[in-house]
Structures are given as structure tokens and as C-alpha cells.
């Protein structure tokens, strides 16, 4: 089991106010390259947000299946993790850097968990799909916290809330997934309307988060009859669970961007407020 010194890494992130913890819905990748009301919203978000000393995102597309692995490398790569878009979205670049130390500090908080430092992954378009718009030019470290695909969702929980005092020394958590995430049942035709049942579980889901239900949103397959179709696989919905877990008592949230994109994706997201 690795160990960390606190005392080596103390000033590198400093006490803050409390900053802000969310969920987004990032949806197709082609949103990246999109102006459209999920990206202007993502913009307008980014503007409001205060000046952190580190942003770290929990990506549905970073899975790794028995462990826990923070990026630490000193500078992002792109990981283009798609196939059949355009060539334009295959020419997007973001460049950020990582940051070693804050990457140990984290790992100090998950100890428990043996989460492992990693140079090898990058920026998944999970992460900088929607970065390009919150925060374009970062002049703050980014890195990624991996997903434990095995781990029951109570687990999960507690892993990442280990992590919540990291937002009280200047850290932003952005937790990349998509609440209904049906993509079988996608739509393709422009304006396609919502499935019934992709509907119902927003607004169920909604309704928990709001009240922090916190059994119901860790067991949504024992809870509610359409998270079979919404969540045929809990991929992207795990993200959501993590930024769930790094919220304080009694915080409120704010919702956005909440409506039902190509029928079946859920693009819901929340901020603390």
C-alpha cells in the first residue's frame, strides 16, 4: 500500500472556501464541437465558477475494474475514444497539465482503497468534451479519478466521499456521465422525442437527488421499474453517484441542462448552489 507524506505536500494545496461540486451530462461527443443550448449552458457555468487550484473529473469513460487510479503524468493527453464522427471532432485539442502532488494528496484521501497514481491515461472525451466550454484555457492542473467498475454502488459512495474535504483546499470535482443512458435506444432524427420511461426515470432520479434519497439513487434497479431500459449498463451513471458523494449535508443543488437528448440520453446535470 502506497504512503504519502502530508507534510511534503501541505502548501501545494491551500485551505479555500468550499468550491463547488457537479454532475454533468456530457452526451454525444459531437457536442464538443456543437453550439447548442447544452454547450452555451456549459459556457455560462464555466464563467460563474470560482478560481479553483485544481479541477479533477470522474469520467464514465475511465474504467478500471477492481482498482482506483488518479492521473498524474504532467501533461494531458487526448484520448480520442470514439469511432464513425467527423475528422473535425478527431482535430480537438485542450491542453492542460497534471500535477503529481495534487494527484498524492488525493491518493492520501483514498489510502484505503490503494488507488494507484497512473501516467498512462489522459483527458477522455468524457472530461475534455465538456471542459473546453466550463473551463477553456485551465491554468490550474486537471486530472482524472478512475471508476471501479466492480464495486457495488454503496461502495462507490463511500470511496469518493473520502475525497470531499479536498473541496475546502481548492478543488473543483466534476463527476462525466449521463443519468439515462439508453444509447440502444437512441433516436438519431433531429428533435426526436423522449421515451415515457426515459422520462420517468429523470424525473424519478430528479426527485431523489433534490431530497437526497440516497438509498433510492444507490439502488436503482431495486427501486424503480424503468432503470433496466434508462440503465441497461451503470457505466455512466456511477460518475453521478460519485458527485453525489462529495456533497456536504444539508448543500443544495442547482439543476441544468435537464432534458432528454436523442430520446433516450439524459442530459441532467446539477451544481452545488
Known amino acids: 500500500m502506497a504512503t504519502y507524506s502530508i507534510s511534503d505536500l501541505d502548501n501545494r494545496l491551500t485551505p479555500s472556501d468550499l468550491m463547488p461540486a457537479m454532475f454533468v451530462g456530457h452526451g454525444n461527443p459531437m457536442h464538443a464541437i456543437s453550439d447548442n443550448a447544452y454547450t452555451r449552458k456549459w459556457t455560462a457555468l464555466g464563467k460563474q465558477l470560482p478560481e479553483p487550484q485544481a479541477i479533477v473529473v470522474i469520467s464514465a469513460h475511465w474504467l478500471t475494474p477492481g482498482a482506483t487510479h488518479i492521473t498524474d503524468a504532467p501533461k494531458n493527453p487526448i484520448i480520442y475514444d470514439f469511432g464513425g464522427f467527423p475528422d473535425e471532432l478527431f482535430q480537438v485539442t485542450y491542453d492542460t497539465f497534471g500535477d503529481a502532488d495534487v494527484a498524492k494528496l488525493l491518493a492520501k484521501q483514498l489510502v484505503e482503497y490503494?488507488?494507484?497514481?497512473?501516467?498512462?491515461?489522459?483527458?477522455?472525451?468524457?472530461?475534455?468534451?465538456?471542459?473546453?466550454?466550463?473551463?477553456?484555457?485551465?491554468?490550474?492542473?486537471?486530472?482524472?479519478?478512475?471508476?471501479?467498475?466492480?464495486?457495488?454502488?454503496?461502495?462507490?459512495?463511500?470511496?469518493?466521499?473520502?475525497?470531499?474535504?479536498?473541496?475546502?483546499?481548492?478543488?473543483?470535482?466534476?463527476?462525466?456521465?449521463?443519468?439515462?443512458?439508453?444509447?440502444?435506444?437512441?433516436?438519431?432524427?433531429p428533435g426526436a422525442p423522449a421515451w415515457d420511461w426515459a422520462q420517468q426515470f429523470d424525473a424519478d432520479t430528479a426527485v431523489a437527488l433534490r431530497d437526497r434519497q440516497i438509498g433510492k439513487l444507490l439502488d436503482p434497479y431495486g427501486t424503480w421499474a424503468e432503470a433496466r431500459i434508462a440503465v441497461p449498463t451503470d457505466d455512466h451513471y456511477r460518475p453521478m453517484v460519485a458527485a453525489l458523494s462529495l456533497l456536504e449535508d444539508g448543500e443544495d443543488i442547482s439543476f441544468f441542462n435537464s432534458s432528454i437528448d436523442m430520446g433516450s440520453i439524459g442530459m441532467r446535470s446539477f451544481v452545488t448552489s
Open 114 to 189: 490503494e488507488a494507484e497514481l497512473d501516467k498512462q491515461w489522459g483527458l477522455d472525451h468524457g472530461t475534455w468534451s465538456v471542459l473546453k466550454f466550463l473551463a477553456p484555457h485551465p491554468d490550474v492542473p486537471v486530472l482524472q479519478i478512475s471508476i471501479d467498475y466492480s464495486m457495488p454502488l454503496p461502495k462507490l459512495y463511500e470511496l469518493y466521499g473520502r475525497l470531499r474535504a479536498m473541496r475546502r483546499r481548492g478543488v473543483i470535482f466534476i463527476g462525466s456521465g449521463n443519468i439515462v443512458h439508453a444509447l440502444g435506444r437512441a433516436r438519431w432524427e
